[in-house]
Every structure is written in C-alpha cells, then in structure tokens.
C-alpha cells in the first residue's frame, strides 16, 4: 500500500513540475497584470509618479467624458453590423463550396486567406489605398460614371469601410460553418426531398436548425473579437480615430488614454468595463442558446 501511495505522489509531482512553466506564465504575466489593474483602476496613475488613490473617479469620469460615449456608439455599430454580415457571408460561401465542388481545398484555402491576413497593418493599409480619394474602388466606380470620394475620410462612411474589411475576413468562420453543414446527413435531404421541400425549405427547416450549434459557436467567437477589433481603424485612421471620432474604436480610445495622455488608472478603468460587458454579452448568448440552439437529440441546448 504505501509502495502504490508513493508511486501516485510521485506520479502527481511530476504533473506538477510540468504544469510549472504554465503556471509560472500564469500568475507573471495573466493573473497578476490582472490584480495590478484592477488596483490601477482605482488611482490616478501618470506612469511617471506612484498611483494616488481615486476611488470611484476614473469610473464616474466616463459618464461625462463624450469620446468615451463616442468610442460606446462606434464599437456597437461596428459589432451589430460586422458581426452578423460577416457570418451571413461566411454561411452562404460554405453552403455554395457543400455542394461537392471539385478542387475544394483549393477554395477552402483561398477563401481562409483573407482570416489570416486581414488582420495584419499591411492589409490596412493597403484597404485605406484602396479607399482613398484616389483608390482603386473610386476607379471602379468612375467606370460607371459615378463620383468617387474619399471613403475613409469622411466620418458618413470611414466606420463601414472598416465594416467591410471584417466582413471580409469570414474565411474562419466559413470553415467551421464548412465542417458543420458535412455533419447533417444526406439522407435527411433526399427524404425532405421527396416530400417535395424546395431548396429554401430545406435550407430552413434542416439546414439552419442543424446548424445552430455552430452558429452559436461562431456568434461567440466573433462577438468577443469584434469587440476587441483595434488594428484595422488605428491604422486607417493614422491613431486618431476620425474622421470626427467616426472610426474611434473602444480598444483605440483605452490606447490613446494609456499610451498617449499617459491616463493609465483611466486606461485601466476602461479595460475593465470591457470585461465586464464582454463577460455580460457572452452570458447573454449563452443564456439565451437555450431557446435556440438545437443538438443531435433533437433538443434545445
């Protein structure tokens, strides 16, 4: 007996000491930041001199700050808008390359291409070229006799350039929704088939419904990065989010308070509400999912 008691302790050791660098890694560079804002949140802090207790201040400070409320409104547009427009793109390419497409891991990749690039400076910046007063898009449309503008400069239309550069990227999303539609069994099909289901009824009544566990998947994973969208508008808009804060994302407007007016316990006050309403949206899908998402049995989730 204590021969097996001394083989477990030893066995667990050695998980732990594997465990160690992950651990490590943890508690240096996740955990504590954590805690360290967190305090920060509550202090003035220049960076430059110790953090002087504040309280609640840095919180009440948002509610009277406008381009706080600004970075509010243009985040929301960019995550109602982009969120679902992309996943729609993503759906339709996926259901278009199901039907038995030859050479389709040659579309699959050439679609997923955008996903791994589009988030990159070099893709922005060539997005904000093409949207410029004299880009290829205005080009495009001189050929049909309409008058270009500069798309990214002015505030009406800057956010949906930025919009469509997210839609844009649905090559992951399209994979995952790829994989899902090759789970639902053809025989389900041909039955709906003989039954005399047209092609929007069976998309309806079997193929949505099927697929609502990785449309709930995809509706998380989308929802959490849109809100943390930060790249694409920092470079379009050279760091300043206009025109007119049209393109001053929330994550921008936390950078500039951080980075730029050296604001850090605001800074942090701010990553903070970004948790929380982060935390409270993904809840809100999850509780949600319930009267939606369907599985394999046939029941809801």
Same mark, same amino acid.
């Given at each position: 007996m204590n021969k097996r008691r001394n083989k477990g302790s030893g066995s667990g050791l050695i998980a732990y000491m594997f465990l160690l660098p992950w651990l490590i890694g943890f508690f240096t560079f996740v955990l504590g930041p954590m805690i360290s804002s967190l305090y920060l949140s509550f202090t003035h802090y220049n960076l430059l001199s110790p953090p002087q207790w504040a309280g609640f201040q840095n919180y009440i400070d948002m509610f009277h700050d406008s381009d706080y409320w600004d970075s509010v409104r243009v985040t929301l547009t960019y995550v109602f808008i982009g969120v679902p427009v992309q996943m729609v793109a993503a759906l339709l390419v996926a259901v278009l390359l199901n039907k038995g497409l030859r050479g389709l891991g040659i579309y699959r990749t050439v679609y997923y291409i955008p996903s791994l690039l589009g988030g990159s400076v070099a893709i922005a910046l060539l997005w904000k070229n093409l949207f410029g007063m004299d880009g290829a898009i205005n080009d495009v449309l001189a050929v049909f006799g309409i008058q270009g503008r500069g798309w990214v400069a002015h505030p009406d239309y800057a956010l949906y350039t930025l919009i469509l550069l997210a839609a844009w990227q649905f090559g992951a999303s399209m994979v995952i929704f790829l994989a899902g539609l090759k789970q639902i069994p053809a025989e389900i099909y041909e039955a709906a088939s003989v039954d005399g289901a047209s092609r929007f009824r069976q998309f309806a009544s079997i193929t949505t419904p099927l697929l609502t566990p990785v449309i709930f998947f995809n509706l998380v994973i989308e929802l959490i990065k849109s809100i943390q969208a930060f790249t694409s508008a920092f470079i379009v808009s050279g760091g300043t989010g206009g025109p007119v804060n049209s393109t001053l994302f929330y994550t921008m407007l936390l950078y500039k308070k951080g980075f730029t007016f050296f604001? =850090?316990?605001?800074?942090? #006050? =701010?990553?903070? /509400? !970004? /948790?929380? /309403? !982060?935390? #409270?949206m993904t809840a809100f899908v999850f509780f949600t999912s319930k009267y939606w998402v369907y599985y394999e049995d046939g029941g809801r989730s």
């Amino acid at each position: 007996m204590n021969k097996r008691r001394n083989k477990g302790s030893g066995s667990g050791l050695i998980a732990y000491m594997f465990l160690l660098p992950w651990l490590i890694g943890f508690f240096t560079f996740v955990l504590g930041p954590m805690i360290s804002s967190l305090y920060l949140s509550f202090t003035h802090y220049n960076l430059l001199s110790p953090p002087q207790w504040a309280g609640f201040q840095n919180y009440i400070d948002m509610f009277h700050d406008s381009d706080y409320w600004d970075s509010v409104r243009v985040t929301l547009t960019y995550v109602f808008i982009g969120v679902p427009v992309q996943m729609v793109a993503a759906l339709l390419v996926a259901v278009l390359l199901n039907k038995g497409l030859r050479g389709l891991g040659i579309y699959r990749t050439v679609y997923y291409i955008p996903s791994l690039l589009g988030g990159s400076v070099a893709i922005a910046l060539l997005w904000k070229n093409l949207f410029g007063m004299d880009g290829a898009i205005n080009d495009v449309l001189a050929v049909f006799g309409i008058q270009g503008r500069g798309w990214v400069a002015h505030p009406d239309y800057a956010l949906y350039t930025l919009i469509l550069l997210a839609a844009w990227q649905f090559g992951a999303s399209m994979v995952i929704f790829l994989a899902g539609l090759k789970q639902i069994p053809a025989e389900i099909y041909e039955a709906a088939s003989v039954d005399g289901a047209s092609r929007f009824r069976q998309f309806a009544s079997i193929t949505t419904p099927l697929l609502t566990p990785v449309i709930f998947f995809n509706l998380v994973i989308e929802l959490i990065k849109s809100i943390q969208a930060f790249t694409s508008a920092f470079i379009v808009s050279g760091g300043t989010g206009g025109p007119v804060n049209s393109t001053l994302f929330y994550t921008m407007l936390l950078y500039k308070k951080g980075f730029t007016f050296f604001e =850090m316990g605001y800074a942090s #006050a =701010m990553a903070w /509400v !970004l /948790v929380i /309403v !982060l935390g #409270a949206m993904t809840a809100f899908v999850f509780f949600t999912s319930k009267y939606w998402v369907y599985y394999e049995d046939g029941g809801r989730s």
